[in-house]
C-alpha cells in the first residue's frame, strides 16, 4: 500500500521562528511536491523535486525553501514564517513516469497556524 | 490569472441522482487532465483521469468527459452516494503528468 507520511498535522508557530515540514514517502517515487491548499485558490505548487539534491520552484516559492538529501524525504522550510503563511501544506509523490498512467500520491497534510 | 478554474465553489444533489461536476482551462497544451477527490484532514486522493486523445473515460460510477475544442471537462458521478460528498479538485498537465496545475475546488454535498 502506497504511503506518503507528513510529520505533523498540526503545527503552531509564531512570527519569525523557522519552520521545517517533514515529508516521507515509501513507493521509491523519483518526484516529490509540496503543496499549499487555501480556500477559494486550490493547491498551489510551491517547489518540486526530480531527484536527490535537485528542486525546481514551483508557483509560490517566495518565503520557502526545501531539500532533498535522500531519495525518500523532502523537506520544506520556511526561514521566517509570517502569518501570511497560515495554510494546509500538502506533500504528494509520484513516479518519474513517459505515459499518461502516472498520478500524485499525497499525504494527509499539515496544518499550519502562524501566530 | 488561474490556468484550471472550477466556477462553482459547492454543489448540492440528492442521493440517487447524478452529479456534475465542472472543470475549464485557458492553456491549450495540457493534455492530461485529473480528478482528485480530497475529505476533510485527509489528503487529496486520484479518482480518474483522461488524456487528450480521448473524449470519454469511464470507471464504474464514475466518467470524465473532455470537450478540447471548449476547454472544458465535467465528471459525471451517478448513481451519487452520501460518501461521494467532498471535495473535488480538477487537476491539468502539459508534460506527461510530471507537474499539475489545479483548480480551487468544488464541494460536493449528496444529501441522503
Known amino acids: 500500500d502506497v504511503k506518503v507520511t507528513q510529520s505533523s498535522r498540526y503545527l503552531v508557530k509564531r512570527t519569525g521562528e523557522k519552520v521545517f515540514l517533514e515529508c516521507v514517502q515509501d513507493?521509491?517515487?523519483?518526484?516529490m511536491f509540496w503543496y499549499r491548499q487555501d480556500p477559494g485558490l486550490g493547491l498551489r505548487l510551491i517547489y518540486f523535486?526530480?531527484?536527490?539534491?535537485?528542486?525546481e520552484k514551483g508557483d509560490i516559492p517566495e518565503g520557502y525553501s526545501v531539500s532533498r538529501e535522500k531519495k525518500e524525504r523532502f523537506s520544506l522550510i520556511l526561514e521566517s514564517a509570517s502569518t501570511n503563511q497560515t495554510s494546509m501544506y500538502l506533500c504528494?509523490?509520484?513516479?518519474?513516469?513517459?505515459?499518461?498512467?502516472?498520478?500524485?500520491?499525497f499525504g494527509p497534510g499539515t496544518r499550519l497556524t502562524v501566530l | 490569472d488561474q490556468q484550471v478554474k472550477q466556477n462553482s465553489p459547492s454543489l448540492s444533489v440528492q442521493e440517487g441522482r447524478i452529479s456534475i461536476l465542472n472543470c475549464d482551462y485557458t492553456n491549450s497544451m495540457f493534455d492530461y487532465f485529473l480528478w482528485y477527490k480530497k475529505y476533510p484532514a485527509e489528503g487529496p486522493t486520484f479518482l480518474i483521469s483522461?488524456?487528450?486523445?480521448?473524449d470519454k473515460n469511464e470507471d464504474g460510477r464514475f466518467t470524465v468527459f473532455l470537450n478540447k475544442s471548449a476547454k472544458h471537462l465535467s465528471l459525471h458521478i451517478v448513481p451519487s452516494q452520501p460518501g461521494d460528498s467532498a471535495v473535488y479538485f480538477c487537476?491539468?498537465?502539459?508534460?506527461?503528468?510530471?507537474?499539475?496545475?489545479f483548480g480551487p475546488g468544488t464541494r460536493l454535498s449528496v444529501l441522503p
Open positions: 504528494a509523490s509520484s513516479r518519474l513516469g513517459t505515459t499518461y498512467t502516472d498520478t500524485q500520491y
Open positions: 483522461i488524456s487528450s486523445i480521448k
Open positions: 523535486s526530480y531527484d536527490v539534491k535537485m528542486k
Open positions: 487537476a491539468a498537465s502539459a508534460n506527461y503528468g510530471q507537474n499539475f496545475v
Open positions: 513507493m521509491d517515487h523519483e518526484n
